[in-house]
């Protein structure tokens, strides 16, 4: 007698049975399918940080614009594009300067985590040990309290 397959052990098999190209462009044609539903395409946005290629990176960056820099889905987007720049070792500089709002927030902090030589110069960045006793900022003890009385341990 044959042992009935349990659907998780199907769904694995079907995965490995497909290259990463395939997965990729059944990826993007998630992203393209204006009929797919939000997490759908918020998922296919996710996994796509774990894939690369032209048509993933030009994919990412026509949804980013698309959706006005600004959406959840252009985060998301923003989010797997700094990952595949961070992992290759590479960005597109023209698209970087491009970049703004959150989608430029998301990318910068996956870079600067994961890849801070990929970085512009005139990005903002923490020295590695992101302490701010050695940026010369305020700390507790010499910042004045807001009720204007001194803070305590100070003379």
């Not at 940080?49 to 252009?74: H, K, N, Q, W």
């Not at 987007?77 to 990952?83: F, R």
């Not at 985590?113 to 590695?128: E, F, N, V």
């Amino acid at each position: 007698m044959r042992r009935r397959r349990r659907v998780d052990e199907t769904v694995q098999e079907s995965r490995a049975e497909i290259s990463p190209e395939e997965r990729a462009v059944l990826l993007v044609g998630i992203l393209d399918d204006p009929a797919a539903r939000e997490d759908e395409k918020s998922d296919a946005a996710m996994d796509l940080e774990f894939l690369s290629g032209p048509l993933v990176e030009s994919c990412l960056i026509r949804i980013i614009r698309a959706e006005d820099f600004s959406s959840v889905l252009a985060q998301q987007c923003a989010e797997s594009l700094g990952g595949i720049w961070a992992r290759t070792g590479r960005v597109d500089l023209a698209f970087m300067t491009e970049l703004r709002g959150q989608a430029k927030n998301e990318v910068f902090s996956i870079l600067g985590d994961r890849a801070p030589h990929l970085l512009p110069p005139t990005a903002y960045r923490l020295p590695p040990s992101r302490d701010f006793r050695d940026q010369g900022l305020p700390t507790a003890k010499s910042a004045p309290s807001s009720s204007g009385s001194p803070t305590p341990g100070s003379p």
